[in-house]
């Protein structure tokens, strides 16, 4: 069985500063991996994803993960957040076409 | 492109009522998908659909839920004698089977309030 662990609930950092947020998964073969972001009232939106190759990889808006297999981790990073970044963050592990398996989200709070 | 499109956005029901919500996906997208969204949670997986065959239903799809794709195009999600533990975000999501394969392409969602 698939699974995804987002071990923080809730998250608040200073504007400018970076940002960490944590993903564990399980899954039985070569994983994808995806992080998604969900602004209030709108749509989940992909922020990066992870099939093969470089296990650091871009995204979108300035985001960053690492793919660590040893760790069964899937981090999502920036280094400087704006405000703008407050949101909701998912993590996903899936296979290429059947479904993707979601963590139940960390929110971002950004402090002026 | 369009992106994916959900209807209604918002339905507010009486328990025992029967709703249906439609999804048009991305139309050279062939996977569609199907995921429930309540408070404090990730999106949980319903049913997806290669072309018009429903290739997996998840186990905690009552026999209340179906959900179809005749045509291979737009997917209608039916909820039958509705509960209030129906009440919840439904979003819809479809899948290239070619190029940048892999990421799901989320519509808006439509929420449900069953009173």
């Known amino acids: 069985a698939q699974s995804v662990t987002q071990p923080d609930i809730h998250i608040t950092v200073s504007e400018g500063a970076s940002l960490e947020l944590r993903c564990n998964y399980s899954y039985g073969a070569t994983p994808y991996l995806f992080w998604y972001v969900q602004s209030p009232g709108q749509g989940l939106q992909l922020l990066l994803k992870y099939f093969s190759g470089d296990t650091l990889v871009q995204g979108i808006k300035g985001f960053e993960a690492e793919f660590k297999r040893s760790q069964s981790s899937f981090n999502l990073r920036k280094p400087s957040v704006h405000w703008s970044d407050a949101a909701e963050y998912f993590c996903a592990v899936g296979a290429y076409a059947g479904k993707s398996t979601f963590g139940d989200g960390t929110t971002l709070t950004v402090k002026p | 492109d369009t992106g994916v499109s959900q209807d209604p956005r918002h339905k507010i029901t009486k328990r025992g009522q029967n709703v249906t919500f439609r999804c048009d996906p991305i139309s050279e997208h062939n996977r569609l998908y199907w995921y429930r969204q309540t408070l404090g949670q990730g999106p949980e997986f319903l049913t997806y659909f290669q072309n018009e065959a429903q290739l997996e239903k998840s186990r905690l799809l009552s026999d209340r839920f179906s959900a179809e794709r005749p045509k291979g195009s737009f997917s209608t999600l039916e909820i039958q004698r509705t509960e209030q533990g129906d009440s919840a975000m439904y979003l819809c999501?479809?899948?290239?089977?070619?190029?940048?394969?892999?990421?799901?392409?989320f519509g808006e969602g439509s929420r449900l309030t069953v009173l």
């Open positions: 999501a479809s899948r290239s089977k070619t190029g940048d394969a892999g990421e799901l392409f």
